[in-house]
């Protein structure tokens, strides 16, 4: 069997059993992770695989795993956490009456959806006396069961000077041990959600109708190719509104297509990869 036909075929198994749509991920990242599971389950050959794939139970979401890299951490990448708490989400908060709505998309394992909570705890409810709402997604239900657990184990990275680390005096976090767990009050405003970016549905069936004035989308356009990258920021440029911030990973950028739509955030320095949905009569 060729690799284009073995990965449509495996492509379309996970898509009946988990509904994630894997038709624009890079097929050589794909026909690499069928190698590796294969070579994982001592399978003679690429046939056999596809076989214990469909026999095997938890063998697709191993699969599903390894195709979907799941790599992050808690305040991944600084500036942006920086960019975000001095400048874009003040200016949110002026723009955008009432609760902040923030779309968190590839979440994996919840670090970037906890850490968001965090920020806006801070600014959003202890300072500015609002209230914020995080509906955070990816498309791997085990990540997400991790995510929802929200406990991470304190890495020697994290230095206790770090001016971003949560501390125990941030509402709804503690520490036990070697780890950091987060709770109420910020799990009262994250909803963790399987979906789709690529799927039938624009956003989560929660959260239809809604619009989202901070969406975070990072490092998961960088597995897209390009054809899945346009279409994913094309969808999401759908639900934010205008004046609202459209957060990418460090090394991703606003195709072409959509640059008249989406421009660097004023102010903040090109590798915090924030951009700013401008209104119609701007462009
Ligand atoms: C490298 S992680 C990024 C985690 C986090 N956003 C960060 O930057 O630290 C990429 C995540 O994107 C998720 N993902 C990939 N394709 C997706 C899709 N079509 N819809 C939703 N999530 C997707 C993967 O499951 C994986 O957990």
Redesign the pocket.
Known sequence: MSETALSERVEALLHSRYG??LRD?QRRAVARAIARRGAATCAKDAEAYVQLLSDVPGEGEQLLREC??????LF?DRDVWTGLGDAVVPALLRRFPGTLRAL?????TG??AWTLALVLQRLVVDGAQRDYAITA????PH?LRVARRGVYRIGAEDTVADPLRPTVSDSGVRTRGDRLEFGPPLSEHVTFEQ?????PTLVPASAVLASFPLV?L???LI??DPPGRDH?LARLARVLPEGGALVL?EAEHVPAALQSQLIPWRGLPPRSAIFMRVPASHR
């Open positions: 994630v749509t991920r979907l890299v799941g790599v992050t951490s991944r968190c998309v590839g979440v994996a670090e970037e997604t990816d498309v791997d990540r979906h789709d970016l690529l799927g975070l990072r490092n998961v597995y897209l994913a990973g």
